[in-house]
Each structure stands twice: as C-alpha cells, then as structure tokens.
C-alpha cells in the first residue's frame, strides 16, 4: 500500500523532467500551458503525498484522536507508519509548507512595489520593461529603455509586455514557482516554463507589428544595451523585481528570425486535455480525493 501511496507523486515528477528536458513541438502558447499545467498538478501530488503520510504518521502515534478522521483519509489496511518514514514526510510538509510561505510574501511584495512604480517611468539608466499584473499595474518602463530604443522598437516592447497582461502569464510563472521551490528536480521545469512565456509574448508581438526581424532586433538590442561592461560588472547592481526578468536571448532571436510556429488548433488541445486529465487523476489520488469522492482510481 505504501508504495501506491507514493506512485503518482514518481509518476508526474518524472513527466515534468521529462518536459523540463525535452522541447515539444507545439507553439509556446501551448508549451507554456502543458509546462504550468504538470508544473502545478506536480507540485500539488507531491505535497498531497507527504501530507497524507504525515496524517497517517501522527494516526500510527496518536490512535486515539485518528479514529475520528475519515476512513478515506488512512491507509486501507491499517498500516503503522513506521518513524523512519514519516518523519522525513513531516519534516519536508513543514519545509513546503514555509516555503510557500515565503515564496506568497515576497510576490506580494514585489508586485505592490512593482505596482506602485508603475505609475510613472522608473528612474533607472538599466534598460528595464516589466509587466506588472492586477489592478493598478500595467507595463513599467525605465528611462534607460527608452533612450535605448526608438519609437518603432518601444511599440515592440510594449506589445511585448502587454501580451504578458493580456494572458495572465504571472500565474503560470507563480505555478512554475511553486513546482521548483516544492520538487527542486522540477528547475529545469520552471526555467523551460519561463523561456517558453517569453517566446509566446514575443510571437505576439511579431503578429502586432507585422515584422519578426523588428522583433528580433529589438530584443538584441535591449540585451547588449543590458549587458554591462567588463570595469563594471562586477559592481553591476541586481535587477529590481527579480519575479518579472527573463532571458534566453539568443534562442529567442533565432526562433524569431526562423519560420513562424504552427498554431496547433488539434494537436494543442488534445496535448493539454490529456495531461491535464493525466496529472490531475494523479493529484486527486494523492490527496485521496478520488475515495472521499467514491470514485477510487486505484
């Protein structure tokens, strides 16, 4: 019974290696929406698991008080979790728990401070455009941006950031967020996820301007006017609001400079339906879900 209780947590941290290794040849747009849905189901299965075990761990110290908690909520054989089990389970749902935390308070933070900045130019010589989500954000731009670039690429950047905006990309980078800091295998994962929504902003400012090399240009640009030099790099100060940066600029530029990606109307779809059919069965089942709902999957 015990290692059922642990299968879907294996299953779908193996599947969000896998993506975090492998391209899929989707459009970004589907990519980013296949990344952040494994991403999040896989760090709810993970933490579901250890969540389970842990109950199950104080039910084997303290039987008393478990036989008021439901049966759906224990192992089906009555099991005794054994210490060496289940204090490391408890331990790593303390951990997630805190880093949860942390993680819910610095967004916070930095999106309130981000928001209050993005009222006016942000007096900055970094070259610096930044979507800030919610009501009261909008898109943040230094001056150093601006004498940066001329009128053509500043319309790039601001078509760029609003399709950020547009498509609520902060969520799928707070799920990215949530999956690396719970399953730490699972970086790569949100480094894929974060590359992938820069390129899906990017195809949608091409389709706004009309011109993929204008793109692409502009995002060099943006980048060498970044890049500091060789006297001041090592005093080269951290880019504020650390959550909004990016990067992967050359493979952002020669993907632009490639044929455009296919939109995917099929294939997209089917892909993420069936994972997220896939991995949110395997959620429901860590959690125990799907006996609480009496519909049992295993």
């Given at each position: 019974m015990v290692w059922l209780t642990f299968l879907p947590a294996v299953l779908t941290i193996a599947l969000g290696a896998?993506?975090?290794?492998?391209?899929?040849?989707?459009?970004?747009?589907?990519?980013?929406?296949?990344?952040?849905?494994?991403?999040?189901?896989?760090?709810?299965?993970?933490?579901?698991?250890?969540?389970f075990v842990t109950v199950n761990y104080a039910a084997t110290l303290l039987p008393g008080p478990?036989?008021?908690?439901?049966?759906?909520?224990?192992?089906?054989?009555?099991?005794?979790?054994?210490?060496?089990?289940?204090?490391?389970?408890?331990?790593?749902?303390?951990?997630?728990?805190?880093?949860?935390g942390r993680l819910a308070v610095r967004?916070?933070?930095?999106?309130?401070?981000?928001?209050?900045?993005?009222?006016?130019?942000?007096?900055s010589d970094e070259p610096l455009a930044l979507a800030v989500p919610g009501r009261g954000g909008g898109v943040l731009v230094s001056r150093g941006l601006m004498r940066a670039l001329d009128r053509d690429q500043l319309r790039v950047v601001f078509q760029h950031e609003a399709s950020h905006l547009r498509h609520r990309h902060h969520r799928y980078l707070a799920l990215g967020a949530l999956a690396a800091g719970t399953v730490p295998v699972l970086r790569r994962l949100n480094a894929r996820l974060r590359f992938t929504?820069?390129?899906?902003?990017?195809?949608?400012a091409a389709e706004a301007v009309g011109d993929r090399a204008l793109v692409a240009r502009t995002i060099a640009q943006v980048a060498l006017a970044a890049a500091p030099s060789a006297r001041s790099a090592a005093a080269a100060p951290r880019p504020p609001f650390p959550a909004f940066s990016g990067s992967g600029v050359v493979q952002r530029v020669e993907a632009l400079l490639a044929t455009p990606p296919a939109k995917n109307p099929v294939t997209g779809p089917v892909t993420l339906t069936g994972a997220g059919l896939a991995t949110g069965g395997m959620a429901l089942i860590a959690w125990q879900l799907d006996h609480a709902l009496g519909i049992p999957f295993l």
């Open positions: 896998v993506l975090g290794e492998v391209r899929t040849p989707l459009h970004p747009a589907w990519t980013a929406r296949l990344l952040a849905t494994v991403a999040g189901a896989t760090a709810v299965t993970a933490i579901g698991t250890l969540v478990a036989e008021h908690l439901p049966e759906w909520a224990l192992f089906g054989d009555d099991s005794p979790v054994h210490a060496g089990l289940g204090v490391p389970a408890a331990a790593l749902a303390c951990a997630c728990a805190a880093g949860l967004s916070v933070r930095e999106t309130r401070t981000a928001r209050r900045t993005a009222r006016r130019v942000l007096d929504l820069e390129r899906w902003a990017d195809e949608d």
